[in-house]
């Protein structure tokens, strides 16, 4: 059973650059059937889409992300990775790594446990 | 402030029939499918509703969705304890050169 994990420091400070990674379990990363994302929770507030690649290295990314956002693919690994760059402390959150079926609906069907990152010197 | 807008709150009793709304723009909810998350207190989100109207396996047929025009709802029948948590819609949106969008969240308190 597909499952995914997420991992990396859970401090970060302010200007430097966040970076993730979430490890693919029970399954292929590179499946032809998924694209692999990544969505945040700040504390207390609502989800945001971050970005999603599909194996072969296509990405889509949100727009209001897009300048400070990257996101790679490892398949010798079976891992996926996100680096967010000049970071503030509005980028404190919990991350989720998610991957959501190659169709036109992007649900993301299944999720990580998250991991919280905080921005703070 | 959210691309898709819910009501923060919503309450019932068990038993009872609640709906969430959520309403967007034709560039989103009027022109992709809308789908709907789970969040319980301390847990990642569960994808509950997908593709305007279907259910995941698992998923209780209590958990409805329906989509008209830019606007979409959930709808809860039979209302349980263990629905008490936060639920999200979401879309797709082709502006920008397309992205995921989410609504704010409703908080369900079931009383």
């Known amino acids: 059973q597909l499952q995914l994990q997420e991992s990396g420091p859970g401090l970060v400070k302010p200007s430097e650059t966040l970076s993730l990674t979430c490890t693919v379990s029970?399954?292929?990363?590179?499946?032809?059937?998924?694209?692999w994302g990544w969505i945040r929770q700040p504390p207390g507030k609502g989800l945001e889409w971050i970005g999603s690649?599909?194996?072969?290295?296509?990405?889509y990314y949100n727009p209001s992300l897009k300048s400070r956002v990257t996101i790679s693919v490892d398949t010798s690994k079976n891992q996926f990775s996100l680096k967010l760059s000049s970071v503030t402390a509005a980028d404190t959150a919990v991350y989720y790594c998610?991957?959501?079926?190659?169709?036109?609906?992007?649900?993301?069907?299944?999720w990580g446990r998250g991991t919280l990152v905080t921005v703070s010197s | 402030q959210s691309v898709l807008t819910q009501p923060p709150s919503a309450s019932g009793t068990p038993g009872q029939r609640v709906t969430i709304s959520c309403s967007g723009s034709?560039?989103?909810?009027?022109?992709?499918?809308v789908n709907w998350y789970q969040q319980l207190p301390g847990t990642a989100p569960k994808l509950l509703i997908y593709?305007?109207?279907q259910r995941p396996s698992g998923v209780p047929d209590r958990f409805s969705g329906s989509k008209s025009g830019t606007s979409a709802s959930l709808a809860i029948s039979g209302l349980q304890s263990e629905d008490e948590a936060d639920y999200y819609c979401?879309?797709?949106?082709?502006?920008?050169?397309?992205?995921?969008?989410f609504g704010g969240g409703t908080k369900l308190t079931v009383l």
């Open positions: 690649i599909y194996y072969s290295g296509s990405t």
């Open positions: 034709s560039s989103n909810i009027g022109s992709n499918t």
């Open positions: 998610a991957c959501h079926p190659t169709t036109n609906d992007w649900y993301f069907d299944l």
């Open positions: 593709s305007n109207n």
């Open positions: 979401a879309a797709w949106d082709d502006s920008l050169n397309g992205h995921v969008v």
């Open positions: 029970g399954g292929s990363i590179s499946s032809s059937s998924y694209y």
